[in-house]
């Protein structure tokens, strides 16, 4: 035990005093928001200095009139279309609209001339201002005048109630719910992949180096795996930790910064139900406070830290037994399969169906088998999940981790030692039966 | 010390190592040798319960192997490896740590050694940093920092350059003063001679002969005599094939069933004898003796 211990003092040490470490943990949550503020003053930036674009219109139904806006003007010089199509071509016009002479039951024929491919943005822009202008037109030819429809326009929203046997009422509502499970499913998906190919470095460093021949001189290769595993994961949960700080005051700071003062008040609404329900009765952003205020995070929260650590030493352990099969990271490739797959398969399941509707069979087995349901699960819990559901699916978990460890410490104890031969899965299946 | 019976171990079809023995006294230097893939690194693997027989016992101090005598042997594999990323200080610490010392103890033993081999300056570079002989030192230091009663060394002088393999040899000799018992495992016999007191051979998977070196050397006496004659008094005979050199005659004669001053008074019969010596194998030409013999019968 003591040994393991110094094992996983040394992984952890080593890891974290790495320069490398400390800027990705300081950086990542700074890169995103970095590279999204980036974009959005580009294209800010774009739309500023972009030159109006003025389109000529060519109207044979002499009809329409499209207002102009802040990137468009359109223009209504009465040309017709060869005319049009010269002034394009000598670029005086930015593009040119025809709208051939049509029966306004029929609308067809419209194109737009221009010399380059026009945007997505302003070819949905044309369309849906033609649409509500042939609408408007078509309504009034019925006789039916378009204020009438803007008054009997109506906005309804459901607010959803969860119901359970003691007969509490939860405000839920599925963005809230999905928005977490899809942030918990992805955290534990990245953090599978990255610090297992952690584990799968540090074993072949270790095998490849020779220095595992001293190690396991001194204590027995299961306890130098162990170690390992555990000592990876320490970073991790230091890594992760680092993230929520950083970003929890980040996210203060900024908001502080821009004068808006949210965390303060949901804080406070969330400290007080009551007020909150008050204050914010049957607006939208009440509604969502309330979900926000209704959702069990300690449960939420506590199945996060399970799902992640255990969906990290199930995978963990078969990583590191493909890294003591090899002598070359080059070489994982071949054992890599097997692993990655079950992995995509939860990831794809996650948004194609545990996300849309988590109670489905499919989601349901999708977030019991151990392969899958660290990160299946995680899209289920914050819908809320029957107990023994729950039980289930980390009661195999906690089996099928002990299972991979148990066959990995029998690959790895054989694998670290040898060299120059590139095993087959034949091989490792030999390795798992051999008993010394 | 070591006491080895009727050891058994084969991977698949592979015989490593066929009913072995060994009895190796305490504060010896013992001498394993045997050509590359004798069995010589599955054998010490097994000591340093890195892998288990398939049968047969060892014994440590009169003790059943057994986990808890990691502690009391020091292993230098042949393939060295060390962390490079790590400083010579944390890592001599981590092996040591290992091996059970408490972080005290360990920290005095690394400051001694680091002086004693005049490495102080280096105890907070990274391995990377350090040319070849330099990281085969900190090697040796991490395997005998624990000061352990049984060192196992494997190919111990590969990779050293003269100066630093007499600074390890002498070391070697320091630890056994001190009654520290000595494995060595080598293919290269010529190194035995000089500082090994038992050996034991194996080849192909089987020992094929053990003793102290005197004994060794007394089971393959070719009974050969390197004869030189100064002043010829007359002809030598044409069969003995001499090489000359200013007068003198050197070259080689078996025995050939007579005894040795029987020879010598036939010699002096020819001249002056300047020179009248057995010639004693090396222990390369008794291995090769031995595993030809071994072989045939």
Redesign the interface.
Known sequence: MD?IW?VIQ?EYV?RVK?KSFLLVTLLTPLIFPAIMGIFVWIALEEEDNQALRIIEVVDDNKLFFLESSEQYAFSFSDINSEEAKKLVQDGDRYGFLHIPKFDIKDPTGISFYGEENPSMSLISYLENNLRKKIEEQRLFESGIDPKIINDVRTKVAIKSITLDEEGTETVSDATVNYAIGFVAGILIYMFIFIYGNQIMQGVI??KS????????????PFQLMLGKIIGIAGVGLTQLLIWIVLVGTLTTIVTGFLGMQMPQQQAMELANPELAQGLAQNTEMGEILQVIAGINYMQIALSFVFYFLGGYLLYGALFAAIGSAVDAPSDAQQFMLPVTIPLIVAYMGLFVFVLNDPTSTTSFWLSVVPLTSPIAMMGRVSYGVPFWELALSMGLLIVGFLFTTWVAGKIYRIGI?MHGTKPSYKTLWKWIKTN? | MLKIEKLNKSYEANKALTDVDLNVSEGVVFGLLGPNGAGKTTLI?II?????S?SGEVYIGGELLA?KH?GL?G?L?E????????KVWDQML??A???GLSPHEAKLKIKYWLEKLEMETWKDKKIEDLSKGMAQKVQFI??IIHNPPLLILDEPFSGFDPVNAEIIKNEILELKEKGTTVILSTHRMESVELLCDQVAMINRSKKILDGTIKQVKSIYRPEVYTITLDHLTRDLPTEWISKQDEGSYSFTLPLSGKLPNELLNELMQYGQVSQFQELIPSMEEIFIHQVKSTENG
């Not at chain 1, 180096?209 to 027995?220: A, G, T």
């Not at chain 2, 393939?79 to 790590?86: F, I, P, S, V, W």
């Open positions: 040994k110094l040394r080593a790495k460093e270790e180096s020779r220095i595992v021949e001293i190690l396991v001189s001194s204590l027995k030692l010394n | 693997r340093n319960q890195i892998i288990d398939d986990p990691i042997i292993y594999p393939e060295r490896g060390l962390y490079k990323k790590m981590y092996f740590r290992l091996k991490s395997t």
